[in-house]
């Protein structure tokens, strides 16, 4: 029996010290500052880009590694950076929100962030967290398996070759500049100028110059994986490529039941990987995306434009035939949006995690729009004209600290003139939350606060997410920091618990890091908190993000030091 202990002892650390072995320091050094670029036929415009690159540079690592990225800050602008949808296991002060986790890097200044990426596998991506600064400042992030896993690591048929699509938005403007005057005056900033694929707007635009358009080569019959990121500021997007299809194998980087579609529907922060085959006849074919405009009444409006790329067949012949577009959905083409979103399942593969059926705290919690007072930093605001655009979560409408992170404060246990913990679990009055009649004045104001819903280490946590209808309904796309979530139903009109948890999908439901709430209804996700920390739920539109459509999660510790918050890093930024 002592024998046999010891056989599988020396086993075990076999398997550790291989484990080990394969894991690697993946380390960047991202520069930020000043990027001179041209744009849709315009004058040269600086802006902010990393290593002088847009998007920036592709961060990729394998299951186990660990990822090392100096920030140095060079931009006329203070900085942070969040990687999106890692878990930040053991470093929540690498997630990097600025007043959430981190103050921002000054001008100037620098900070490593430092984190593993054990137990997540597929695409992700980073941006900047502060200020509009993300609309240039994004680039991916892609987890292959475990270095040595072998062929078969994928559990779908292995590519011929892999693709990243970035979609993104430009302005001809100054994206802080934007943000400024938006904030000062209580006013959402303008719609973008155009859409881009990898940082380029296409040919479909009035004036585009020729090199201002990606392309894709492809030989017959191969296969693609295209890794897709919607890093939009402010839209959903369609994306169809002419005479193809798509398999989604995974979505926020959690592989899916292999769905088959010719439209992919993405949110801004979402990420999808999608089987393409190159079957169709050799030429040049436009890959296309195009907005959805989920809000009812439509306001703001959106660009009402298409951005484009190429896919072109190796030996197609004169590369001067204009490619072909697709039909894209109508703008507002609710039903294949919902179709699309609602249909995704998860792939349950073994040692992956399952769906909790006991749960420990409920929530009911409605995101929407709204109207609340100018603040008095607000200095551009017509305080003679009464209350300006907000946003909230059960009329709580977030506000940012301005001298203490968050996390520093809960580290201290000095919270007190930082934060409140009295995020509320359901909202203050019950209401017909998606109906036109609700709209009024008083329904429609909200107070500013920071306010956190405080969570027991390793809490079950179903929190179901009601869009509402003042202002305007819309699709919210409510991303989480440090976890995944799994979705468990989603549906429209208001949420009736009753109907709804029949429709509960306890099985294979998606797991994701950002969910699109429908327009005018409601989804279910389910979580838990095993993560200790304070932890950034918002809508990933940025328009709505600085009007208040967020909330904080501060888990407790747990029992040990590896389930408890570590020692801030000694380069963590000064406020």
């Known amino acids: 029996m002592a024998r046999r202990l010891s056989s599988l002892l020396l086993f075990a650390l076999a398997l550790l010290i291989a484990s080990v072995a394969d894991a690697a320091v993946v380390e960047h050094t991202f520069n930020v500052g000043n990027l001179s670029i041209s744009q849709l036929c315009q004058p040269d415009r600086i802006i902010t880009a990393v290593n002088g690159q847009l998007p920036?540079?592709?961060?990729?690592?394998?299951?186990?590694?660990?990822?090392?990225?100096?920030?140095?800050?060079?931009?006329?602008?203070?900085?942070?950076?969040?990687?999106?949808?890692?878990?930040?296991?053991?470093?929540?002060?690498?997630?990097?929100?600025?007043?959430?986790?981190?103050?921002?890097?000054?001008?100037?200044?620098?900070?490593?962030?430092?984190?593993?990426?054990?137990?997540?596998?597929?695409?992700?991506?980073?941006?900047?967290?502060?200020?509009?600064?993300?609309?240039?400042?994004?680039?991916?992030?892609?987890?292959?398996?475990?270095?040595?896993?072998?062929?078969?690591?994928?559990?779908?048929?292995?590519?011929?070759?892999?693709?990243?699509?970035?979609?993104?938005?430009?302005?001809?403007?100054?994206?802080?500049?934007?943000?400024?005057?938006?904030?000062?005056?209580?006013?959402?900033?303008?719609?973008?100028?155009?859409?881009?694929?990898?940082?380029?707007?296409?040919d479909l635009y009035n004036c585009s110059a020729p090199n201002h358009t990606h392309e894709i080569e492809v030989r017959q019959n191969e296969t693609t994986l295209l890794r897709i990121i919607n890093a939009a500021l402010n839209t959903p997007l369609f994306f169809k490529v002419k005479d193809?299809?798509?398999?989604?194998?995974?979505?926020?980087?959690?592989?899916?039941?292999?769905?088959?579609?010719?439209?992919?529907?993405?949110?801004?922060?979402?990420?999808?990987?999608?089987?393409?085959?190159?079957?169709?006849?050799?030429?040049?074919?436009?890959?296309?995306?195009?907005?959805?405009?989920?809000?009812?009444?439509?306001?703001?409006?959106?660009?009402?434009?298409?951005?484009?790329?190429?896919?072109?067949?190796?030996?197609?012949?004169?590369?001067?035939?204009?490619?072909v577009l697709p039909p894209q959905p109508d703008y507002n083409d609710t039903a294949t949006a919902h179709k699309f979103l609602s249909n995704l399942t998860a792939l349950v593969l073994p040692g992956r995690p399952t769906v909790p059926l006991d749960v420990d705290t409920r929530m009911f919690v409605t995101v929407g729009l709204g109207v609340s007072d100018c603040l008095p930093e607000q200095t551009m605001c017509n305080r003679s004209e009464g209350p300006v655009f907000s946003s909230s979560m059960n009329n709580a409408s977030f506000v940012l600290p301005r001298t203490t992170s968050m996390l520093e404060a809960h580290y201290g246990g000095a919270s007190a003139g930082v934060y409140t913990r009295d995020f509320p679990d359901r909202p203050p009055i019950v209401f017909d939350y998606t109906s036109a009649a609700s709209d009024n004045a008083t329904m429609q104001y909200t107070e500013k606060s920071t306010k956190v819903k405080t969570l027991k280490f390793n809490a079950t946590v179903e929190m179901v997410l009601q869009n509402t209808a003042l202002i305007a309904k819309e699709s919210h796309p409510m991303h989480l920091h440090g976890f995944n979530f799994f979705v468990l139903a989603q549906g429209f009109g208001n949420y009736n618990e009753t109907a709804a948890v029949s429709q509960f999908n306890l099985v294979n439901p998606q797991e994701r890091n950002t969910v699109a709430v429908p327009t005018g209804g409601w989804a279910v996700i389910r979580f838990v908190a095993d993560n200790p920390g304070m932890w950034y739920m918002h809508c990933h539109f940025d328009a709505h993000l600085d009007l208040g459509l967020g909330m904080v999660f501060e888990v407790q510790n747990g029992t040990t030091a590896d389930t408890s918050v570590p020692p801030p890093p000694r380069d963590l930024p000064l406020c």
């Open 56 to 202: 920036g540079p592709t961060i990729q690592a394998s299951e186990g590694d660990t990822v090392v990225v100096h920030l140095v800050n060079e931009s006329p602008y203070r900085m942070t950076i969040h990687w999106h949808g890692i878990f930040q296991r053991g470093t929540p002060w690498a997630d990097g929100p600025t007043m959430v986790t981190q103050c921002p890097v000054r001008q100037g200044g620098n900070y490593t962030y430092r984190f593993n990426v054990t137990g997540q596998e597929g695409t992700l991506w980073w941006h900047a967290h502060i200020s509009f600064l993300r609309a240039t400042v994004y680039g991916a992030l892609v987890i292959l398996p475990r270095a040595g896993a072998g062929a078969g690591a994928y559990p779908f048929p292995k590519p011929d070759k892999e693709e990243i699509l970035m979609f993104g938005e430009w302005w001809n403007a100054n994206v802080y500049d934007l943000h400024e005057t938006a904030f000062l005056s209580g006013q959402p900033a303008g719609p973008a100028n155009a859409y881009t694929i990898n940082g380029k707007p296409g």
């Open 244 to 323: 193809h299809t798509f398999t989604v194998v995974a979505a926020d980087a959690c592989y899916t039941t292999p769905y088959k579609t010719d439209v992919v529907v993405i949110a801004p922060g979402q990420t999808v990987d999608a089987l393409m085959v190159a079957d169709a006849v050799a030429g040049r074919y436009y890959m296309a995306v195009s907005p959805y405009d989920s809000a009812i009444p439509g306001n703001p409006a959106f660009s009402m434009t298409t951005g484009t790329a190429v896919l072109e067949y190796v030996g197609a012949g004169n590369a001067t035939v204009p490619p």
